[in-house]
């Protein structure tokens, strides 16, 4: 390295800090990825999601689907298009009610959402931007713009 020029040693220098960043970048976007969590609706969670990961399923709680079974409360989620039934065993959020947006995080187990967490509205005008977004998509949206 003695008879590099000072040109030639910046180089190897400035190749050497860019390949370390460039490792600590793939090391980081390797270790986020075990942990986001995706969104989709009742149309795209089959092809999209698979089997055991954890997401995020969001519409609305389909009219006179809400049921009380063996092993907790079930309900189906709607975006219009296509619909998802989904069980959960808790405790249902108070705001919790049929016609509403909804999301709720689980995992998909043949053609069956297993949610660990159910979050509903707020109040009357808010939707969750989620599920709003996707509403919207599927040309069901009767909020606000």
Same mark, same amino acid.
């Given at each position: 390295?003695?008879?590099?020029?000072?040109?030639?040693? /910046?180089?190897?220098? #400035?190749?050497?800090?860019? =390949?370390?960043?460039? &490792? +600590?970048?793939?090391?980081?976007? %390797?270790?986020?990825?075990?942990?986001?969590?995706?969104?989709?609706?009742?149309?795209?969670?089959?092809?999209?999601?698979?089997?055991?990961?954890?997401? /995020?399923?969001?519409? #609305?709680?389909?009219?006179? =689907?809400?049921?009380? &079974? +063996?092993?907790?409360?079930?309900? %189906?989620?709607?975006?219009?298009?296509?619909?998802?039934?989904?069980?959960?065993?808790?405790?249902?959020?108070?705001?919790?009610?049929?016609?509403?947006?909804?999301?709720?995080?689980?995992?998909?187990?043949?053609?069956?959402?297993?949610?660990?967490?159910?979050?509903?509205?707020?109040?009357?005008?808010?939707?969750?931007?989620?599920?709003?977004?996707?509403?919207?998509?599927?040309?069901?949206?009767?909020?606000?713009?």
């Amino acid at each position: 390295m003695r008879d590099l020029s000072p040109k030639a040693k /910046r180089g190897i220098a #400035l190749l050497m800090v860019v =390949s370390a960043l460039g &490792l +600590a970048v793939m090391l980081v976007l %390797t270790a986020l990825r075990d942990h986001v969590v995706f969104f989709y609706g009742p149309s795209d969670i089959r092809d999209q999601a698979s089997q055991g990961q954890i997401v /995020r399923l969001g519409g #609305l709680v389909a009219e006179n =689907s809400v049921t009380t &079974l +063996a092993d907790g409360i079930g309900f %189906t989620i709607t975006d219009g298009t296509s619909s998802m039934d989904v069980v959960y065993a808790g405790v249902l959020p108070d705001l919790f009610r049929e016609g509403q947006g909804v999301v709720t995080e689980g995992v998909l187990d043949n053609d069956i959402f297993r949610a660990n967490n159910v979050l509903a509205k707020h109040d009357e005008t808010y939707m969750p931007a989620e599920v709003a977004d996707m509403l919207k998509d599927q040309g069901v949206w009767k909020g606000q713009e």
